[in-house]
Nanobody, 123 residues
Framework: QVQLAQSGGGSVQAGGSLRLSCVAS????????MGWFRQGPGDEEREGVA????????HYSDSVKGRVTISFDDANNMVYLEMNSLKPEDTAMYYC????????????????WGQGTQVTVAS
């Protein structure tokens, strides 16, 4: 079993920055892929934002590429999402997630989820 606990988030003006954190506990080893997803108001599905594979490969959605960085501190089992140049359309509930499956930006691949943290970007 894997447990994910998130922190960070909040409200910021457009153009600002935020960092989200997620600590993983339980059985975590190098075979896990970590990801960040978001679900905006009215969205039916969670959108993949970024992923960090067990081989260190990172992937980003086109909507955040160049503005967001995912990183993983394997000594502390922490995954971070650094977000810069935030836009109002980035407003959403953000979730960290983990999977032992192949790394993906598809929510259904991930079996472990954090509790979610709200990010609100004011124009």
């Amino acid at each position: 079993q894997v447990q994910l606990a998130q922190s960070g988030g909040g409200s910021v003006q457009a153009g600002g920055s935020l960092r989200l954190s997620c600590v993983a506990s339980g059985y975590i080893d190098s075979a896990y892929c970590m990801g960040w997803f978001r679900q905006g108001p009215g969205d039916e599905e969670r959108e993949g934002v970024a992923s960090f594979g067990y081989d260190g490969a990172t992937h980003y959605s086109d909507s955040v590429k160049g503005r967001v960085t995912i990183s993983f501190d394997d000594a502390n089992n922490m995954v971070y999402l650094e977000m810069n140049s935030l836009k109002p359309e980035d407003t959403a509930m953000y979730y960290c997630a983990a999977t032992q499956n192949f790394c993906s930006m598809t929510a259904s691949v991930f079996g472990y989820w954090g509790q979610g943290t709200q990010v609100t970007v004011a124009s």
